[in-house]
């Protein structure tokens, strides 16, 4: 009895920290500190393509430098519709408020549109053209909104003519080069947009100097109550990186700059400038325009925050090269270990078959920490040392191997499910709490978010998606099976535990204020409406079937209307999707989630085959007989709840393809947890066949089950 009962009090223990920060979170989120200023005389925008933290210095960029002292700053994310945004990209997407591209690939940019004088105005030729282009990507950009809005503007060199070009191509007001603005230039309209041309990889100390001292002359002309905003629109050169954002004027002294769109401090999009260049100017913003205002935060000293925004960037750099190879790396531990185990205990004897079970449960109990651990890593600044990426993974190991440790060798180590379970809620509830607080754990993490590759800054990522879920619906199935072994009354503790841990698992990741996240309340909300079901011994109907298979996108039509009507709930995609739909625009946004998510299928070489192991997974577990295995029949008369478990893990990753735009990335990115996790689960409750634990436990409808007291 001593044994049952320790495992069932750390369960309830758990229960109430879940449900204690639901609570607390769920209520009252920190309140946004930024600010917005009154709108300003005149708007000077100035780009240098290319331009980043870590080439700006006191004694490199002395100008820049005394503007990021006065002003407030960031990191710009150049993410236009490649991960490769051009110059041209960037320019296009500041004219129309939604993301545009120029005729080019993502290895390199193409020929920029050429800019013909016309006289005291401009034309580009090409632009009708490259609005024919951009309809293939369903961005529903604006063209021409931003000098149409701003009334009188004048443009400066190429790029400035594409930001200040109507429909046909017309400027109303041009100079070639930047060498030609005076003051009376800077005064003659509100928005002045000036190009500074692109810096090269190659004399880029000699282009940074020069582009300082024309700054510099160009401050020297400001008139009286100019807001001066200093940014990088594009590059020509591969990896993308994270670049300048600079903002100097009334309301933004001293500060970092913000937004809603990315809710990470000092981090702001490309297309949040032209609603903000707008707000300055005290312009309307119409509603279809995706960006957010440009706000004001507090920041410490000047020099610790322009070294924090460049370790952004090297934390972006390390995944962009490390996480192909980290992910390769995880896949072939798994096989190899799981392989050696199994051959050097190989037979059907029942010792070495118990062998193999317990080489197998340690093996899936460290590969299931794994994700745990590279989340927790980001406790420590790593993006700041030397050899950031051993850091990193260093970190993460240490970590990873903490949390095996413990969860081998707590009380509920005797339970099949134990260790398993313990290390999937301690997951839930970092990733859950993470969440809720900004996603500063998933930054740049293996698993996490990169704001350059895949463009989300907030929530669960689409590889964490899989995971998350996984995590979140064996955590739930431990509490159940833990709750059901108490005896009389223990169903309702039961199905309690699964919709406390679903609740908390779903709000986190769904709720607009916190995750936002469209795929995961569409596939976690029917799998664990069929848990609480399974664990709750009702049949399925065909009724039943219905309300399951429609939950998932009833709740992300709440969430999003929620959003929508709700500013306070914060600016999110669901909220968006909501306002298009509203407005009969959301054709564009589903054709380009449809394209994403088929896209998914040819990311790499491997990507096909992830949906065969999904599919052959599925059938394993369906039909053991039909693949000649033993060890899933054994467990599910070990235990009968098992099939239920096995059969929502499974469809999690199969409703996770579907719902999300990452498609097959969400299954690709779990299966090193989810394969070693399901083998170790199913091998240990094969130990224990033919042992009956608690009175009618069969799952409802599943096919040959049967309680585990009575007789086949």
Known sequence: MRVRKRPAAVPAALLACLLAVLAVLAAARPADASTSPAPAR?????????????????????????????????????????????????????????????????????????????????????????ESYNNQFHNDPDWGLLAGTAGCSTAVG???????????????????????????????????????????????????????AQLARIVADLPPGTTLVVTAPGATIKPPHLQVALVSGAGYAGGLLDASSTRQPGMVVLTDLTPSVLSWLGRSVPAGVVGAQITRADRGGLASTVKSLAGRDVAEQVWRSTHSTFFWVYALADVIVMSVIALASWGAAPQRRLRRARGWRVAGVFATA??????????????????????????????????????????????????????????LVVLGIDVMTGSRLQMETPFGLSVLEAGRFYGIGNEALGIYGITALLAAAWLALVALRRGAGSRRIAVAAVAVVGVFAVF???????????????????CFLLL????????????????????????????????????????????????????????????????????????????????????????????PSWFGLKTVPLAYAAEPLLR?????????????????????????????????????????????????????????????????????
Request: glycine fraction near 12%.
């Open 532 to 623: 609480a079901l399974a664990v709750a011994g009702i049949r399925l109907n065909w009724r039943l079937v219905l309300i399951v298979a429609v939950s998932g996108l009833a709740l992300f039509a709440v969430f999003a209307l929620i959003s929508y009507f709700t500013p306070a709930t914060g600016k999110s995609d669901i909220g968006s999707f909501a306002g298009s739909s509203l407005h009969g625009h959301s054709g564009g946004v589903l054709l380009r989630k449809i394209n994403s998510n088929i896209g998914s299928l040819s990311v790499n070489a491997l990507s096909p085959l992830s949906p065969i192991v999904v599919v052959v997974g599925g059938l394993m577990l369906w039909r």
């Open 644 to 712: 239920a478990i096995m059969g929502v893990l499974w469809l999690l990753l199969v409703l996770g393809w579907l719902a999300d735009d990452s498609g097959v990335i969400v299954p690709a990115a779990a299966l090193p947890i989810a394969l070693p996790l399901g083998i170790a689960i199913l091998a240990a409750f094969a130990g224990r066949a033919g042992s009956a634990r608690y009175v009618n436990s069969a799952v409802a409808g599943s096919s040959g089950s049967k309680p585990a007291d009575q007789p086949a």
């Open 158 to 212: 190429p790029g400035a003519a594409l930001a200040l070009a109507d429909r046909a191509g017309h400027i109303a007001s041009y100079l070639s080069s930047a060498a030609a603005v005076t003051a009376g230039v800077l005064s003659r309209c509100p928005l002045t947009v000036i190009d500074l041309g692109n810096l090269p990889n190659s004399e880029r100390p000699t282009a940074l100097r020069q582009d300082d």
């Open 42 to 130: 005149h708007v000077v925008v100035v780009g240098i393509s290319g331009l980043r933290w870590s080439d700006v210095s006191a004694t490199a960029t002395p100008t820049l430098w005394r503007l990021a002292g006065q002003g407030s700053v960031g990191s710009l994310v150049d993410y236009a519709v490649l991960p490769l945004t051009c110059p041209a990209d960037a320019w296009l997407t500041l004219n129309a408020g939604a993301r545009a591209q120029s005729d080019h690939t993502n290895a390199a940019c193409g020929t920029f549109p050429a800019v013909t004088s016309d006289g005291t105005g401009a034309q580009v030729a090409g632009l009708p053209a490259l």
């Open 370 to 427: 794994v994700p745990a651990g590279t989340f927790l890593a980001n406790l420590v600044p790593w993006w700041l040392f030397g050899h950031p990426a051993a850091w990193l993974y260093g970190l993460a190991v240490a970590w990873a191997l903490v949390i095996g440790a413990g969860a081998l060798a707590g009380p509920w180590r005797r339970d099949p499910l134990g260790p398993f379970g313990v290390i999937c809620l301690l997951t």
């Open 508 to 526: 986190a990741s769904g709720w607009p204020g916190f995750g936002g996240k469209v795929g995961g309340t569409i596939a976690m909300v029917p």
